[in-house]
């Protein structure tokens, strides 16, 4: 307990953490009352625009309203290793829908069968790897 940005940095890590919070569901599955992550998918939008329900807002500068899509603890499960969420497929797929920057908050181990599915879904150009027409 000596290093003061050791403890800043742990401080950082455990906002990453999944959390239960009033009020909040699951943006992808609509799960309420479970863990969730709010550093995996963040957006931005402007003041006034409407904001999908999904969406929780967190800051607002400059005209600017800025949030999360929280996900809950199944839809990204936490890694064995950091307990940060990991970006399953299925959450990169939402964000790309919605347009949705990755967070900081997430697990940067790679998970060798997160990985063999995206290449499985790159070479047969499914999802988000897909062609645009
Ligand atoms: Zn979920
Ligand atoms: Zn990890």
């Known amino acids: 307990m000596s290093d003061f940005r050791e403890q800043l940095r742990q401080g950082l890590l455990d906002s990453y953490k999944h959390r239960i919070e009033k009020g909040c ?3 992808i599955c609509g799960k309420e009352k479970l863990p969730l992550a709010f550093h995996i998918l963040e957006a931005s939008f402007s003041e006034g625009e409407k904001l999908p329900k999904s969406f929780v ?12 899509y ?3 603890f199944s839809c990204a499960p936490a890694c064995k290793k ?3 969420p990991i970006p399953t497929e299925k959450v990169m797929e939402f964000g790309h829908k919605l347009h949705a920057q990755t967070g900081n908050g997430i697990c940067q181990h790679v998970q060798m069968r997160l990985l063999l599915s995206a290449i499985f879904k790159r070479l047969f150009k499914i999802g988000r790897f897909g062609n645009k027409a």
């Open 70 to 72: 929280p996900i809950c």
């Open 25 to 27: 569901a699951c943006a």
């Open 82 to 84: 950091c307990q940060l």
């Open 57 to 68: 807002p967190m800051s607002s500068s400059r005209g600017r309203v800025r949030g999360s």
